[in-house]
């Protein structure tokens, strides 16, 4: 008999009660009396949207009438329809009762029609491994409503948060930095993932700071509402950020990155032009400098940019592009719809990437149409390409026409290490494949693929 066996009933049953659902799946196991003497629900889950499954009042007291023995390992609570405030304390309660049972999985999709606070009892859960608080679908959440982390507790301590995801979240610092404390109560956060935060305090915001964060995902962090931001993340291997451009990167610290996808915007203070007197024009960026964001790009291996501002921002602040030996792959999005999608960063870029092997645009080749054989001025010719290594070419959105075929056989012709070209095509209404204009190349591969 093994010893968990030999033990009384009272006492597995308080061990297990100390226990998370994957723990309490491995003493299971060991114990043939403990089978009988508490229960794993893998997901136990609440969707406003399924009638079948009765009222929220109804499932609370189900969970709450639950053994005190019976272990959670996936909770999903989901409340699209805005929840009446008052209802707050049957979340809270639900939320506590699923802490107590050693979730490891948590997620929270409610549309909040005012504040809501997490309990305390969320900050110190020592199983939680994954968390997701989503109140995007509150109405009017722009205008202050949704989840609020105010004051965390002394003690706040997340030792097992592995993956956190907050969507729509306000942080009123009242009491000192809410989120820094957050981040400093999680000692094994491995991602993050940020969409719609709110602010109350512009001098304790923008302040990111983990040593393990290897994923960061940034969606709409709102740093025009202070003026600072710092990124402090040794570890991270991953950097999304799809965001306006603050006033200053202050601390900047991505000494591991080994992928970046940037999309950069200005807010609508920043995104008036300058004008020179040739018709050319820059973006005004004496509010917003990305100066040491971009040199945190050193030892990135793979790297996506995308959009107008992000072109703009890398042309102006070009002096700031460091050498980055590791870059093998770029990938350069173009919106179909920016009549003024120069690349005027792309000769700076490429000369300080030794080497790059994969070069991808993705939409379609950049041209004047009012002059389809003309290479833009802001390409100076193709000259940079004679000395870039680029192995392969491909380009997402090939339509075949006289303006791409010009620009086309400028890369082909002047890229010397060019082994393959690869080419996607749009099937559009009345274009013919047979048709599409594609130039001849002798020194490289060409393929064309194509979907509707």
Known sequence: MDRISSLPNEVICHIVSFLSAKEAVFTSVLSKKGRNLFTIIPKLQFDDADEIQGSFSDFVDGVIALPSSTRVGKFYLSCRDRVDPA???????????????????????????THYYL???????????????????????????GFVVDVLPENAFLPALETLTLSVIQFNDL??????????????????????????RREWSGKLCSPTLQRLIIQDFHPSQFT????????????????????????????????????????????????DGFGNHDFDYSFSNPTNLIKGLGNVGIMEISF?????ALYYFRESIPVCENLYRLTITCDDDEEEACMDFLPFLLNKSPNLETLVIHGQ??????????VCKCLSGYSFLLSCPVKVLQITDYGGTNGEVEQLK????????????????????????EKLMIPRASKCTIKVTFSS
Request: hydrophobic content about 35%; aromatic content about 10%; overall charge neutral.
């Open 365 to 374: 080749l950049h041209y004047d149409e009012e002059q389809p054989e003309s």
């Open 87 to 113: 209802r707050y304390d049957l979340i809270n309660r639900c939320l506590c009762d699923v802490l107590k049972r050693g979730v490891l999985d948590l997620k929270l999709d409610i549309g909040i029609g």
């Open 308 to 312: 107008q501002y992000t072109f703009e």
């Open 228 to 275: 600072r931001v710092t990124l402090d993340t040794p570890s991270l291997t991953y950097l999304e950020c799809s965001d306006a451009i603050p006033d200053q990167y202050s601390i900047v610290n991505l000494d591991s990155l080994v992928e970046a996808k940037l999309d950069l915007i200005l807010t609508n203070d920043h995104s008036h032009k300058l004008y």
């Open 119 to 145: 309990p305390f009892e969320f900050f110190t859960c020592k199983t939680v491994v994954k968390v997701e608080l989503d109140g995007r679908y509150a109405a009017g959440y722009f205008y202050g409503r």
């Open 175 to 200: 009491r000192g930095c809410a989120f820094k404390k957050l981040l400093s109560a999680c000692p094994l956060l491995k991602e993050l993932t940020i969409f719609g935060m709110r602010w109350q």
């Open 410 to 433: 400028h890369f082909i012709e002047k890229l010397p290490c060019l082994k393959s070209v690869k080419l996607h095509s749009r099937v559009r209404h009345g274009v013919d494949k």
